[in-house]
């Protein structure tokens, strides 16, 4: 059983930043790829960013690259979601999520069988 909380979430402007935090706890794996999905209203959850158990690869959607950056702290359990120039498009539900594995661009919402709760993020114009 894994556990994610996310934190971080909450109202900013337009070109503004918001990092976002997920810490896991529960069972451990010898290497976990997290990631980040947002869920905008009456929208489908769509793909953010991810990055794999070493650090060494990140991918990052179309959507928000040269904006977010993913990174993590393995000795915390923690994935950072780094979202600088943020828009109104931003505005979102975000997920963490969390596969144990090496997984390499997994984009997918089936790729990932651990998810948070979510954390809101709006973005005023």
């Known amino acids: 059983q894994v556990q994610l909380v996310e934190s971080g979430g909450g109202l900013v402007q337009a070109g503004g930043s918001l990092r976002l935090s997920c810490a896991a706890s529960?069972?451990?794996?010898?290497?976990?790829?997290m990631g980040w999905f947002r869920q905008a209203p009456g929208k489908e959850r769509e793909f953010v960013s991810t990055?794999?158990?070493?650090?060494?690869?990140?991918y990052h959607a179309d959507s928000v690259k040269g904006r977010f950056t993913i990174s993590r702290d393995n000795a915390k359990n923690t994935v950072y979601l780094q979202m600088n120039s943020q828009k109104p498009e931003d505005t979102a539900v975000y997920y963490c999520?969390?596969?144990?594995?090496?997984?390499?661009?997994?984009?997918?919402?089936?790729?990932?069988?651990?998810w948070g709760q979510g954390t809101q993020v709006t973005v005023s114009s």
């Open positions: 990055i794999t158990s070493s650090g060494g690869s990140t």
């Open positions: 529960g069972r451990a794996f010898s290497s976990v790829t």
């Open positions: 999520v969390l596969e144990p594995g090496e997984l390499y661009k997994a984009t997918m919402t089936w790729n990932y069988r651990n």
